[in-house]
């Protein structure tokens, strides 16, 4: 079979993993397991714990010691066994740290799964620029197809989600040893010290006012991408209530997966927009896409309001992709060319890490707070609380960032 069909079939089941579970999860927490907003918040925030340290540390074991494709396939082993554990438990303390042991090793995956397809790629004599966008684009539709598999078979709400990300996952790290060996490159890697693997040498960025500033948005901003994963199904899922024969109450997957879809079509009009408009103004764009993302939710309902949904999940294509590559951009631009992958490393772990475990906790407080005693959750004032948050974070960025290294961009 040819290389990049492999490595395409990789891509494919490792965010099929992924999306078997990760926007449906919310809803089967709060309705079958009766967890209340915290406590699916802080599940989701264990993605972000995971994301500070541990592609970092088996990072260094794939750069060091293993061969990548092999840390690769035992750590999906375990995050498969964690999820088959978490399947079996219905409190919340076990449930947690059984998610928490998935998110420690399926995480690191994620770069692990770029190294192997990067270090393989060029052994082959592959332009890598060139070669891994369409092989990559091939992980996006592994995400929609399983969120339409748990839909279309009536999964979004017991444990058949968490078994098909199982046996998805330890079918990839099966699979994962018959790609083509990524040793260690033994002479480069030990030469550099722990803290510049751990990414932690980047720190040197946060004596710079512009930036120290732009890593804290980046933050705040990751926490804006756990809300929806969270408690996007959730809240469609409360429709079946009020609208019970409703597209979208009844298939809320599907309706979700429009944001995916939308990913696809925005990530082709980065170059226009940063040609355009320059960095910071897109980023500003991805921020006030943000505030119409959770507004329209809030305007919103699967019945004659359906368009107001759809709308929703179109502008999240423009809100995710806009800030993580131009933000990505913004760093390789000023961060020195000895640090810049550490510089790369950092920006993740404040979007996926630190973010992600501010947006867990917070959004899960939110949600508490407009949640009665009944359980019925006030789901406008929810998203309009979100809303506000982005639309402030909106501001103070116009108001904040004067950085010509981010204005003068219209080069790229």
Excluded at 25 to 45: C, I, K, P, R
Excluded at 241 to 247: D, E, L, R
Excluded at 305 to 330: K, P, Q
């Amino acid at each position: 079979m040819p290389i990049k069909i492999r490595l395409t079939v990789m891509n494919f089941l490792q965010f099929f993993v992924w999306g078997s579970w990760l926007i449906s999860l919310g809803g089967y927490m709060g309705s079958q397991l009766g967890f209340s907003g915290l406590q699916v918040g802080s599940v989701y925030s264990t993605m972000g714990i995971a994301s500070v340290f541990m592609p970092g540390l088996l990072g260094i074991v794939a750069d060091r010691w293993v061969n990548a494709e092999r840390v690769f396939a035992v750590a999906h082993f375990i995050a498969a066994g964690a999820l088959i554990a978490a399947a079996q438990v219905t409190d919340f303390q076990t449930f947690y740290v059984l998610m928490l042991i998935n998110s420690l090793f399926y995480m690191p995956t994620l770069a692990l799964s770029n190294s192997v397809c990067y270090n393989v790629l060029t052994r082959n004599g592959h332009d890598v620029v060139k070669a891994f966008p369409p092989i990559r684009v091939w992980g996006t539709v592994g995400f929609i197809v399983a969120m339409w598999s748990v839909d279309l078979l009536s999964w979004t709400k017991n444990t058949s989600q968490l078994y098909q990300a199982a046996v998805a996952g330890l079918f990839l790290g099966c699979y994962a040893f018959t790609v083509p060996p990524s040793p260690p490159f033994l002479d480069e890697t030990r030469r550099k010290s722990w803290v510049s693997s751990l990414g932690l040498d980047a720190f040197v960025l946060f004596k710079h006012r512009n930036t120290a500033l732009f890593f804290l948005f980046s933050l705040m901003l990751g926490a804006a991408l756990q809300i929806t994963n969270a408690f996007g199904g959730p809240f469609l899922d409360d429709f079946r209530a009020t609208y019970p024969g409703s597209f979208g109450a009844q298939h809320p997957n599907l309706l979700l997966s429009i944001s995916q879809i939308s990913e696809t079509f925005f990530i082709l009009l980065i170059p226009f927009f940063l040609r355009r408009f320059g960095i910071r103004n897109v980023i500003l764009f991805s921020i006030l896409a943000w505030v119409l993302r959770f507004a329209l939710f809030g305007l919103s309902n699967p019945h004659d309001r359906l368009y107001l949904l759809i709308l929703s999940m179109i502008i999240y294509g423009m809100a995710f992709d806009f800030f993580n590559i131009s933000g990505s951009l913004y760093v390789e631009k000023v961060a020195e060319p000895k640090i810049r992958s550490s510089a790369q490393g950092l920006f993740m772990i404040m979007t996926n890490g630190f973010g992600a475990i501010v947006g867990g906790y917070g959004s899960g407080w939110v949600v508490d707070h407009f949640t009665n005693a009944e359980g019925q959750r006030d789901w406008p004032s929810i998203w309009f609380t979100f809303s506000g948050y982005a639309l402030v974070l909106a501001v103070l960025f116009l108001l904040i960032f004067r950085n010509k290294r981010m204005i003068a961009t219209r080069s790229l």
